[in-house]
């Protein structure tokens, strides 16, 4: 079942007037996608709890629908995204909200596929910028475009949108050429070694492009104290617009530019993996 995690009612309330704003949004960008909440009951940046699939014996209101997703052992269920569901999860103590990506006509098949980037051993914002330019450049060896997406707080992630439903295991296998291409080309930069803490480099993950193993969606809060938004950005906003700046309470000002994801994926919403990444 779904877990109930109430925090401060001042934060709750601050939390709620955000996801008012985005909760259209975020359904409208990955429709029906399966939805894991984050809660932090003992306080923001303390530990998270992350909700998970949904048992038969909790029925859930009528307005939150529900996707099945295939797994090996046996199929599990999910709240799936709409703006109710979103909010009801939101009502319900939930801050950070998560998901696969999975394709909007096929819950078992990727939509968007994602590296997420993560400064280790004091790496800065300008080595994050960097990376993910080194990244953009390996992709575009491919004929392949990402959409940048500042995490709120000192990482990003490169959503990479593919509209012809592609296996997961197909697409990791290729995410881990591009990121040892890149690590290759700026050792000194990137890493895909996770259990390096201490080197002064940005780790590039792309283990989460499986079901179940889910990252922040476009849009969502993350855990902090100042509760950074999740920002997509132009390309050519890299390095102007800062990592944190936009929170749940000043997001209606990012929002005024309108919804720079849903731009940025319909310029690339031809792109298909089976033209080119091998």
Same mark, same amino acid.
């Given at each position: 079942m779904v877990e109930h995690f109430v925090v401060a009612p001042s934060v709750q309330a601050t939390v709620l007037a955000h996801y008012e704003r985005v909760a259209d949004l975020i359904a409208a960008n990955f429709p029906l996608a399966p939805v894991v909440p984050v809660y932090y009951p003992d306080g923001l940046d303390a530990g998270a709890h992350y909700g998970g699939c949904v048992h038969d014996d909790h029925p859930l209101p009528a307005t939150v629908p529900t996707v099945q997703v295939a797994f090996p052992n046996h199929p599990r269920r999910y709240v799936a995204a709409t703006a109710d569901s979103l909010l009801w999860l939101v009502h319900r103590g939930a801050i950070d909200v998560g998901s696969w990506t999975p394709s909007p006509h096929d819950p078992d098949r990727l939509g968007h596929a994602r590296i997420i980037l993560s400064p280790r051993g004091g790496a800065t914002h300008e080595h994050v910028a960097f990376a993910m330019l080194a990244l953009r450049t390996v992709l575009l060896h491919y004929g392949v475009e990402a959409i940048p997406v500042l995490d709120g707080f000192a990482g990003a992630a490169l959503f990479i949108p593919f509209n012809d439903a592609p296996a997961y295991d197909a697409v990791r296998a290729?995410? !881990? %050429? %591009?990121?040892?291409?890149?690590?290759?080309?700026?050792?000194?930069?990137?890493?895909?070694?996770?259990?390096? @803490?201490?080197? @002064?480099?940005? !780790?590039?993950?792309v283990g989460s492009n499986a079901p179940g193993r889910f990252s922040?969606?476009?849009?969502?809060?993350?855990?902090? *104290?100042?509760?950074?938004? %999740? #920002?997509?950005?132009?390309?050519?906003?890299?390095?102007?617009?800062?990592?944190?700046?936009? #929170?749940? *309470?000043?997001?209606?000002?990012?929002l005024t530019e309108g919804d720079v994801f849903y731009r940025l994926a319909r310029e690339l919403h031809a792109q298909r993996f089976g033209d080119g990444p091998r």
């Open positions: 290729w995410l !881990h %050429v %591009v990121v040892n291409a890149a690590v290759a080309h700026s050792p000194n930069l990137i890493t895909a070694d996770p259990h390096d @803490q201490k080197s @002064q480099r940005v !780790h590039a993950n922040s969606l476009p849009y969502a809060l993350i855990g902090s *104290t100042h509760l950074g938004m %999740v #920002t997509p950005i132009h390309w050519n906003e890299l390095g102007t617009v800062d990592n944190g700046h936009f #929170t749940a *309470t000043n997001s209606n000002e990012r």
